[in-house]
């Protein structure tokens, strides 16, 4: 039995859309004409969400905030002793997201068909990553889906956590560039131009900072569609040309010679990385499969290939601690926590602080930079402002020359 989503009309012509479950695409066409409804379209859930993973979509699939919701559902339910399929019914209906709705019939579909859960969340790549299916196969074999549930939970709560208070400092920076920008604009385009209208038509020669003031106005105001054409297009060509492997690896590897942001880079992967690994080993996910899954979630190029470089060294029978360590692109706290674990059997547990240790690490970091960055750009935008202020009044300090 699969879900599927529909399109029919009542006998008054009205268009209703829905969620149903049936065996065949013929058979929910029955289903709703037993209904009195005329079906216009039904289509398999699992289809068109392969359909629109094909084609270009704004969004992929489900979100951060969504999947962590979903899955501490989930494992409340199992933990409850509910059915797998009767768990992931309840949190279907649970969610008023049509798109969540939609996906977690299409699983539970799966699982009705008797595969797997694992399974059937692999018909969904794109709404639940590698690791999540991963960890979910590992804790169906040992038989603790639910003590692995509840795991996923916490870790993606705790994401979800961590980019809500990243997003939430940067509210106050980016608000703060967007308002001066529109201010200073305003000002070079309809007020500054009033202004020092007055002053160009007298004898004298104004001052250079207010006959530069007056070409910046006259530039804006000329070419203000061309200008922003261009930072747009900017924009795009240092895009598109750092998706590229080569300026792409290379623009990686400048960020970890830096002194400020070679903390950050290194902090920041090496948390989800060994938290990632944490969960996985904890999971009873194989070590080698661990390592290749969590080299997937480091967004740094030369992190990842040296995650991948010991991989190999580690299967050669090398430690997971001396083949990170011979990289030395990870901070030695995480080489030294990793190799006590080894050597005490509690690799898991080492993983588990390390990445605890990071993220406090990066946490601190990023409330540094913002404290710092806040109060610089409060300083840098009353500069520009001032320097607006004085271009005007250097004229009027100079009134007397200009008449003469």
Request: neutral net charge; proline residues 4%; glycine residues 6%.
């Amino acid at each position: 039995m699969g879900a599927f989503e529909y399109v029919a009309l009542d006998q008054a012509g009205k268009e209703s859309k829905g969620l149903i479950e049936g065996d065949t695409a013929k058979h929910v066409r029955q289903i709703l004409r037993d209904r009195q409804l005329l079906p216009v379209q039904v289509t398999e859930v699992a289809q068109k969400e392969a359909r629109r993973q094909r084609s270009f979509s704004l969004r992929s699939g489900i979100s951060s905030a969504e999947l962590a919701i979903v899955t501490r559902q989930l494992a409340s339910l199992s933990q409850s002793g509910l059915p797998l399929e009767e768990a992931l019914l309840a949190v279907a209906q649970q969610n008023d997201n049509p798109r969540t709705k939609s996906i977690m019939l299409g699983v539970r579909s799966r699982v009705m068909e008797g595969h797997a859960l694992a399974d059937g969340l692999a018909e969904f790549p794109q709404a639940f990553p590698e690791l999540y299916r991963a960890t979910v196969a590992a804790g169906e074999q040992s038989g603790h889906l639910d003590v692995v549930l509840e795991r996923l939970a916490d870790y993606t709560e705790a994401r979800q956590e961590l980019r809500q208070r990243v997003t939430n400092a940067l509210i106050y920076p980016i608000a703060l560039v967007a308002m001066s920008v529109a201010i200073i604009g305003f000002m070079l385009a309809t007020v500054v131009p009033r202004i020092v209208n007055v002053f160009e038509n007298s004898a004298g020669q104004l001052p250079a900072l207010t006959r530069w003031l007056i070409a910046t106005s006259d530039f804006i105001r000329d070419h203000w569609l061309l200008l922003i054409i261009g930072i747009g297009a900017v924009i795009y060509v240092i895009w598109w040309f750092l998706q590229k492997d080569g300026p792409k690896r290379r623009y990686h590897s400048t960020l970890l010679r830096l002194p400020i942001t070679s903390r950050l880079t290194r902090g920041i992967n090496t948390a989800r990385f060994t938290r990632t690994f944490s969960i996985l080993a904890g999971s009873g996910v194989p070590i080698l499969d661990a390592l290749k899954i969590s080299a997937e979630v480091i967004e740094n190029l030369p992190m990842r290939d040296a995650v991948n470089e010991a991989t190999l060294r580690v299967r050669e029978g090398a430690s997971i601690s001396r083949s990170l360590a011979a990289s030395r692109l990870f901070p030695p706290m995480m080489i030294h926590l990793i190799a006590s674990g080894e050597t005490g059997g509690k690799l898991e547990e080492m993983l588990d602080r390390t990445a605890n240790y990071q993220e406090r690490e990066v946490d601190g970091l990023i409330a540094t930079l913002l404290g710092i960055l806040q109060p610089l750009l409060i300083v840098m935008m009353g500069g520009v402002v001032l320097t607006i202020v004085l271009a005007i009044l250097l004229p009027i300090f100079e009134i007397n020359n200009l008449i003469r």
